[in-house]
């Protein structure tokens, strides 16, 4: 059974980086047609999509974030990872990460295959 896992820092200051890594057991993410996907839920808001690293590691970002995002993966680990350029207080949200099967640019739970528990992260001095 693929279980993903979420770990990081639940605090990070206005204008640095955020910086979350999502373990990946029960399988692999070099396996064919897998997208492995960050996504987030800012208090009181719906779950954002933010982008994903496929299994061949090309990636794609929201065009939201885009310029603040990136993945990256290590196979070796069976990780991919996320950094957050330059946060703000907005970026304040429970990530989570998960699996697809082909590509979903969605925050939609159900359109995944496998979902992480989350992990809370607060931007503040």
């Known amino acids: 059974q693929v279980q993903l896992r979420e770990s990081g820092p639940g605090l990070v200051k206005p204008s640095q980086t955020l910086s979350l890594t999502c373990t990946v057991s029960g399988g692999s993410i070099t396996a064919n047609h897998y997208y492995w996907n960050w996504i987030r839920q800012p208090p009181g808001k719906g779950l954002e999509w933010i982008g994903y690293i496929d299994y061949r590691g090309s990636t794609y970002y929201s065009p939201s974030v885009k310029i603040r995002t990136f993945i990256s993966r290590d196979t070796g680990l069976n990780q991919f990872t996320l950094q957050l350029y330059d946060v703000t207080p907005e970026d304040t949200a429970e990530y989570y990460c998960?699996?697809?099967?082909?590509?979903?640019?969605?925050?939609?739970?159900?359109?995944?295959?496998?979902w992480g528990q989350g992990t809370q992260v607060t931007v503040s001095e």
């Open positions: 998960a699996g697809s099967l082909g590509p979903k640019y969605s925050g939609s739970q159900k359109e995944y295959n496998y």
